[in-house]
């Protein structure tokens, strides 16, 4: 799934609502508090709901330019990256894709099927998301 979007926000803002959001998940999981320099290669055991564990790495954090990781599990690896480019005026461009590699064709297939079926909801709700960061922000 790739979604690319122009949000009238500074890429500063963008950046730090993310990199926020990750600094969290770490201290929750955790219990350590990282600064957001120090993220890149950073990995962690990661709990999910019904007990099911996964390892997330983070592969690549450029300040304000780009946030990648890595959510590695006994059927596969998911990635996820945000590009954030800023444009005129004081927009950001924001790219979110997630792409996924499963250990086998049979877990491969399911996602595709699964991908369909719910595809356009998570698009439809990650723009939702985004369009609730553009409007959290307060220029004053």
């Known amino acids: ?22 600094l969290y998940d770490i201290k929750q999981q955790t219990g350590q508090s990282m600064r957001p ?27 304000n ?28 461009q924001v790219t979110y894709e997630e792409t996924s590699e499963f250990r086998s064709p049979i877990q491969a297939l399911n996602q595709k099927l699964a991908g369909i079926l719910v595809g356009m909801k998570r698009k439809k709700n990650f723009t939702r998301m985004l369009n609730a960061i553009e409007r959290s922000y307060d220029p004053a």
């Open 37 to 63: 320099e120090r993220l890149q290669g950073f990995e962690y055991k990661k709990d999910f709901s019904r007990g099911h564990k996964a390892r997330v790495k983070i592969t690549k954090n450029v300040v």
């Open 1 to 22: 799934m790739k979604i690319v979007q122009t949000l009238n926000i500074p890429v500063t803002y963008f950046y730090a609502k993310v990199i926020d959001s990750v």
């Open 65 to 92: 330019s780009s946030y990648h990781f890595e959510t590695i599990t006994t059927g596969g690896i998911f990635k996820v990256s945000y590009d954030m480019v800023p444009t005129t005026d004081n927009q950001t």
